[in-house]
């Protein structure tokens, strides 16, 4: 059934070709679709458009239909178009000619959009409790060893002590900007474009603030043309976000794999968390990260596509933006097991307590030796001087000591006040907003 099919019936090729994909990605949409639709019909009663016991058949009908979602028992069926004539097609064959009038001063342009936003805060809001727990094991294993020095680097050459503290705690902070920039992302997303229709509005005289209300929107995108407009945008940001956040995992996958190889030795991977070899019997590969990696690469070519795919488009609708779904939708399960194999796997891995023993790491201790005997008084332009001929004459020792103390130094992690930032962070999400207007809604 097409929604806006008359008396020519499409040819087949045609519809198999335009329908594309989108039965199987309007299926993460379902319950949200069944959602916008009893905000929308509540507001229908409220102006004239619905009785109040056609109001009450319809809200039972939707939540028969939201109960068999949740059950997995939903489909869309073969000859249906999309997710929004299934939904209205079970409720005509269940109800009667009342279930064909829950699309007055509705088009599928504003209801995919208001699908879309549903589905996307929900998944922002898994996103970030992933990114907290991930979080959260980073701060723990930065605080259990914060004593623990291994070298640093700048162009891949040994340059300066660092501590797994430090190393541990930088990917903690990095999280916290990418959850800085997914919090935008999800003020962003949460305004309400139900009402705009195919992009100019309805002669019905629509209560737009109430389906705000109702879907917990913190407010609507008001202007028609740009809640339209907003297709493609809204998914271009949140893609920014996630990659912001595959960026972070991608790096800190590489470090583990270079850190676990032998050449490093600095951290272990836990043995059942690694693969083997069908040749070399000794192999306990770093799979999982190295998945992971490429994984979060390409979650961060995400935008790119988004955008080539919605480049150049006028105002108004496009049926080019239907391809976003395809790359879109996956993304979030995408990003979210990674996050979550991230958390198990830094949550075991053990670290090397003693690389620093190794003497090939010595010359890490120059800036320590140059900065002692500058506090000493010798200018800090002779001391690098002294220290560089002492190593060059094969002179240089050092007690491998470290003495920092200034914040965010491997002596002051200020770990606590990371965990605060983090934790206002999470805070200004104010996720409960939606929640409670969602449980409301279903309930009512």
């Known amino acids: 059934m097409k929604l806006w099919e008359k008396n020519v019936q499409v040819n087949k090729e045609i519809d198999r070709f335009t329908v594309g994909r989108d039965r199987e990605m309007d299926l993460y949409l379902a319950k949200h679709d069944v959602m916008g639709s009893m905000a929308h019909i509540t507001m229908l009663e409220s102006i004239g458009l ?4 056609e109001l009450q058949a319809l809200l039972a009908g939707l939540r028969d239909i939201y109960a068999e979602i949740e059950k997995g028992e939903f489909v869309i069926e073969d ?3 999309d997710v929004h004539s299934q939904v209205e097609l ?3 064959r269940r109800l009667g000619d009342v279930g ?4 007055s001063g509705r088009s599928r342009n504003d209801q995919v959009l208001l699908d879309l936003k549903l589905f996307t805060r929900a998944q922002i809001k898994e996103i970030a409790e992933d990114v907290e727990t991930l979080f959260q094991v980073l701060i723990d294993q930065s605080e259990k060893y914060k004593n623990v020095l291994l070298p640093g680097y700048t162009h891949l050459q040994i340059a300066m002590p660092s501590s797994f503290g430090l190393w541990f705690g930088a990917y903690a902070e990095s999280l916290v900007d990418d959850m800085m920039f997914l919090q935008a992302a999800y003020k962003m997303c949460n305004r309400n474009p139900l009402g705009s229709a195919a992009g100019y509005g309805s002669s019905f005289p629509l209560n737009r603030t109430m389906t705000t209300e109702l879907l917990g929107f913190d407010s609507m995108n008001y202007n028609v043309v740009y809640a339209q407009m907003g297709r493609g945008k809204m998914e271009r940001n949140v893609a920014f976000a996630l990659a912001s956040i595959a960026g972070t995992i991608s790096k800190l996958a590489y470090d583990a794999c270079l850190y676990n190889s032998q050449n490093f030795g600095f951290v272990k991977l836990p043995d059942e968390c690694t693969t083997g070899s069908s040749i070399m019997p000794h192999k306990k590969n770093p799979d999982v990260f190295e998945l992971t990696r490429a994984k ?20 108004g609708y496009f049926r080019d933006l239907q391809i976003i779904k395809e790359i879109f939708i996956p993304a979030f399960e995408e990003l979210k097991d990674c996050l979550r194999m991230t958390a198990y796997i830094i949550k075991e891995m053990k670290v090397n307590e003693h690389i620093l023993d190794d003497d090939k790491y010595l010359l890490i201790f120059s800036v320590e030796e140059v900065n002692r005997l500058a506090r000493g008084g010798m200018p800090f332009r002779d001391a690098y001087k002294k220290v560089g001929l002492d190593i060059e004459a094969g002179n240089f020792s050092h007690d491998k000591q470290v003495h920092h103390t200034h914040e965010g130094s491997i002596g002051n992690l200020c770990n606590e006040a990371i965990n605060l930032l983090m934790q206002n962070v999470i805070d200004g999400f104010d996720f409960c907003r939606a929640e409670q207007a969602e449980t409301t809604l279903l309930n009512s």
């Open 100 to 103: 064909k009038k829950i699309h």
């Open 296 to 315: 979060c690469n390409k979650l961060q070519a995400l935008p790119q596509q988004i955008m080539m795919i919605a480049n150049n488009l006028p105002s």
């Open 50 to 53: 619905l009785t109040s016991e």
């Open 90 to 92: 079970l409720l005509t």
């Open 79 to 81: 000859d249906i178009e």
